[in-house]
């Protein structure tokens, strides 16, 4: 059974390979990392893999799986290494005289040449920043008052001196600039200083990195090897310099790499790899008439070879990869990640080591707590520091809890929460609820206390006069309008800071409490809990109107999502967490193109809505002027501005308010 990602291979191409007498099935699944994990349960038998997924693989099965085909470039089949990264510094006869420790030493205030960053090479920080990280005479130092990137950009500085490094150093645009406008050392060898560049942007900047070696700018270049033996060939006035400190010239049949990065493989569960090799080369070698060889060909050699592999393991095979993720140092605060199920911090311990094979810092680890409002505690008392929500939540985090929103995960576009006023179709004409005015004394039925449908519930009332604009009192107000009313949650201390009258909160619970339910808990103890309990409310007749989201009853969940942290958390800390995230969605999230070790956004082992909702589409800042956040900021304004006479209005956009909307028949049943 062969094991490949939706973005890989098609339901078409998946029919090809098992047409006729084929002896191969498919297995699609949403990333490798599912893709891994089918092999090691023994759901799947091979599958195919790059050197990033190879790394993270090994970090949970290091035994359960072995590589038994190299996928070789058809151009480059006598190539030991997919790439091979390699430092590049001018022929000195002076070298030849001194220690190796004294020739690393010589790059101290030299400049440096370096690539750049780009979405369009698929070189991660990782392997851009291997060099700079690892060089023996410039150890890591990290500075608790600067964030991380800062650290890094201090550290090249203080030894190289000026540098070219083009391309992003960080994922937050006005970040990004401001470091490049307090370091401008950095971009002091560019062609083009202002923007950070070269002239040259050939092979994503490796030649323009030469180039700025060549002409004398700065004394070390790091670049791939084969743009190397491209740009310069055999030039005698360079020479290769090694991690170690030796030299050798570029003539050398065997250069010296600082890292080097295996070929994809075809690997498979260990029981069947032996027997499964010798039967996959001979498929793929010979594919003859058969279309579904012919089929199985096209999806795993593309425009590569298949090339035996002598019997190894991952770990043997990554030789020139650190291969325990655990081993690589990073400067700041470790990101504790707080997570509500085991389902969920198992994605999140792969989340975190993709992390760390990718090279984005700082460290992530994973917190198991037992629910969302644990979470929140956890967060207050410092044993953890983020957790995603439910915008549902928002409110309850800031005011309960004195939690800060770090991040927005916007949703597919136009796809945002809508809260509605439901009632029954009356059995005659008269609708007894024809304004806000004909709400008083009825009978509501809130999803939850504190949620969404319920601020904009009051939102909507205080704009409409039927409850004080100054009064933030909203419990005793909502006991006031209604006669009744089912607000699950508004008994339990995790929705409310303050003490709420028994009185108002019994009156706020009658309408939940009768012969078919007992609870007003948000939970399954309670038959009214929720957007569908709030229907079966008004089904039961317990309530006259209901105030639900469509997004939780009529279509898919697209509500606004949430990173929320401690309100007075650290500025660095909090900035080091937001562009780690920023950078996580780089790589995991919907990059053009990109092939995912696992998908942060996607389902995790065939579970959804792990981590972040599968309807997430990325991360914005709390700033964007998009017309979704300004809307739900402005509605949590509105809802704690007591004083104010008149209020904003609320932005129509994501979340209005419908007084009267006459749910039919089949969305009730």
């Not at 038998?45 to 799986?65: H, M, R």
């Not at 009825?442 to 519930?457: N, Q, R, T, V």
């Not at 309990?533 to 997004?551: R, S």
Request: glycine content about 6%; hydrophobic content about 35%.
């Amino acid at each position: 059974k062969f094991c490949a990602p939706t973005d890989v291979i098609s339901e078409s191409t998946c029919i090809a390979v098992q047409r006729g007498s084929s002896e191969v099935s498919c297995l699609t699944v949403s990333d490798s990392s599912e893709c891994a994990i089918r092999l090691a349960e023994g759901n799947a038998d091979f599958g195919v893999f790059n050197t990033e997924e190879l790394l993270l693989i090994n970090q949970f099965y290091p035994s359960d799986i072995e590589p038994i085909i190299q996928l070789k470039h058809k151009t480059k089949l006598s190539d030991e290494f997919e790439f091979q990264m390699v430092a590049v510094i001018p022929t000195d006869p002076t070298f030849i005289q001194i220690t190796p420790r004294e020739r690393l030493e010589r790059l101290k205030d030299n400049g440096f040449c370096h690539p750049g960053f780009s979405q369009s090479q698929w070189l991660s920080d990782y392997i851009l920043k291997y060099f700079e990280n690892t060089l023996s005479v410039n150890p890591l130092q990290c500075r608790d008052n600067v964030t991380v990137i800062e650290n890094e950009i201090i550290n090249l500085k203080n030894f190289f001196g000026k540098a070219c490094r083009p391309g992003e150093w960080a994922s937050n645009r006005s970040i990004d600039q401001e470091l490049k406008e307090k370091y401008p050392e950095l971009c002091a060898l560019c062609d083009d200083t202002a923007a950070c560049s070269y002239n040259n942007k050939q092979h994503h900047g490796h030649f323009g990195a030469l180039e700025c070696l060549t002409q004398g700018r700065g004394k070390v270049a790091y670049v791939a090897l084969h743009y190397v033996q491209q740009y310069l060939k055999t030039n005698e006035s360079y020479q290769f310099l090694c991690p170690d400190g030796n030299i050798l010239p570029l003539s050398t049949s065997y250069p010296c790499a600082w890292l080097q990065q295996p070929w994809s493989v075809v690997a498979a569960r260990k029981e069947v790899a032996d027997i499964l090799k010798g039967k996959l080369l001979d498929w793929l070698h010979n594919p003859n008439y058969l279309e579904w060889k012919r089929g199985l060909s096209r999806i795993i050699q593309e425009d590569s070879r298949a090339v035996d592999l002598v019997k190894t393991t991952i770990a043997e095979y990554l030789k020139g990869r650190d291969v325990d993720v655990e081993n690589i140092e990073t400067c700041g605060k470790t990101i504790r990640w707080c997570t509500i199920n085991n389902l969920e911090t198992n994605k999140c311990k792969w989340v975190a080591k993709t992390a760390k094979v990718l090279g984005v810092a700082p460290s992530i680890s994973c917190i198991m707590s037992n629910s969302t409002f644990q979470c929140f505690r956890d967060i207050q008392e410092s044993l953890t520091d983020i957790i995603v929500i439910d915008s549902n939540y928002g409110y309850l985090a800031r005011k309960v809890h004195n939690l800060s929103t770090i991040l927005y995960s916007e949703t597919e576009e136009g796809k945002n929460s809508v809260t509605f006023a439901v009632m029954l179709e009356p059995k005659e004409d008269s609708y007894p609820i024809k304004n806000f005015q004909d709400l008083n004394g009825k009978k509501a039925c809130f999803s939850e206390y504190g949620g969404l449908g319920w601020l904009s519930f009051i939102n909507a009332a205080r704009q409409n006069n039927i409850i004080s604009s100054k009064s933030c009192d909203y419990p005793l107000m909502m006991s006031e309008l209604f006669s009744g009313a089912c607000t699950p949650g508004i008994e339990d201390f995790d929705h409310s800071s303050t003490a709420i009258s028994s009185n108002v909160s019994s009156k706020l619970c009658s309408a939940c409490k009768n012969q078919n339910n007992s609870s007003c808990a948000m939970d399954k103890t309670n038959r009214y809990y929720g957007d569908k309990g709030a229907i079966q409310c008004l089904i039961d007749e317990a309530g006259d109107i209901a105030f639900i989201e469509t997004t939780n009853i009529l279509i898919s969940n697209k509500k606004q999502i949430e990173v929320v942290g401690r309100m007075k958390d650290e500025e660095i800390s909090r900035t080091d967490t937001i562009l780690a995230l920023l950078k996580l969605e780089d790589w995991l999230g919907y990059r053009v193109n990109a092939r995912r070790s696992i998908h942060i956004y996607g389902p995790f082992n065939g579970t959804r809505d792990l981590l972040f909702k599968d309807s997430s589409a990325g991360l914005i800042s709390t700033s964007s002027t998009k017309e979704s956040v300004v809307a739900y900021k402005e509605l949590l304004n509105n809802i704690e501005e007591c004083s104010n006479g008149s209020l904003a209005t609320a932005n129509l956009i994501f979340i209005i308010l419908v007084a009267l909307y006459h749910l039919l028949s089949s969305h009730v049943h």
